[in-house]
């Protein structure tokens, strides 16, 4: 394949993506292509891929917009919740302004009841998410509001969906997930070769790229590239190697990615939904009902609103031996309540089974806990090192 680009390109185009991705969505409606916004990993993009819409994500990772939305929903409240609400009553948001119909989903308790309020000024559709995973009422209950979700895309975008269609946007998406962890997965090379903030530049870009085949072949490029530096021999300094995992992080929460890399340490896996948690699993291209597959995938997906999460612990353990993590940071947003209570069980799966150092972060989408963020980072790489040299 011709690399067409530098790394530092490849590297600037994603980071731009997003502010891209405006004139993009802008120039897909004015061809006359339907859009449709969503929050959350659990949609299934397959349906509106067969739907002949594009998806995309909506913007909730800053505090422009809180006090909009604070005018409406209670201050003590996470701020991703009152961030999405904010962009879309403001219409500040491109995405949220060109999209069609929005799809909202009862992960968390605020969510769901802020989804309320946006269907004031804003087509939105609801799935029904079970909160327990391994219950033949949740499976069916989940397949049905697949199922349910079909025909409202029938019904909104006036077409017909058939399930060959489903399993060619099945096998598309997996063509791009696969293409994803090829290069997230560089992360597990030691010595390392590539930051934790060039990882996550590219893994939050490509969600703002709609053409699949070329989301796909930039992937591809941009992995051959870092593996090519790496058989040359180009290598980054030896550092502790963190994973961090909790809530979804992009925009302002990547001054966490930063505060890490700036004080000693390396990012080299992300559990959560940003990168890893939406991505690992593909779907089973031979299961003869479309619908099933579907089920089994996004069901399993290792998020904290699911009742026993032993998906997100299976993960973070597969990882932390893939690569090679010294230590783990747990980033929750405040009053994100199924992610900090979760944080102690992740505690002590991490201390206790696999002996590793833990830290709890918890932020918002504010820049005036930056001090005190690059304090505790600081402390927690240093007693990795200090670890590190005990065990020589």
Known sequence: MELRTSLPEIFDEFGEARRQGFLTVKEIKEQGKPVVGVYCTF?????????GAIQISLCSTSDET??????????NLCPLIKSSYGFGKTDKCPYFYFSDLVVGETTCDGKKKMYEY???FKDTYLMQLPHMRDTEESKKLWYSELVRFKEKLEDFLDVEITDEMIREAIVLKNRE???????????????????????????YGSQYKFDKEEVIQMLEETTAKVKEKYEAGERLDAKPRILITGSPMGGVTEKVIRAIEENGGLVVAYENCTVAKAVERLVDETEEDVYQALTDKYINIGCACMSNNQPRKEL??????DYQVDGVIDMVLQNCIPFSVESLKIKRFLNE?????????ETDYSTSDIEQINTRVTAFIEMLEEETVCTQ
């Open 43 to 51: 949609m299934p993009e397959e349906l509106v891929l067969a739907g």
């Open 66 to 75: 809180i006090p909009d939305a604070e005018e409406d929903l209670p201050r």
């Open 118 to 120: 946006m269907e004031e």
């Open 177 to 203: 997930r696969q293409a994803k962890q090829d290069f997230y997965r560089l992360g597990q090379l030691n010595p390392p070769v590539i930051t934790g903030q060039e990882i996550f530049q590219v893994m």
């Open 316 to 321: 973070i353990s597969q990882m932390i031996d």
């Open 353 to 361: 089974e696999k002996q590793i150092p833990y830290m709890y972060l």
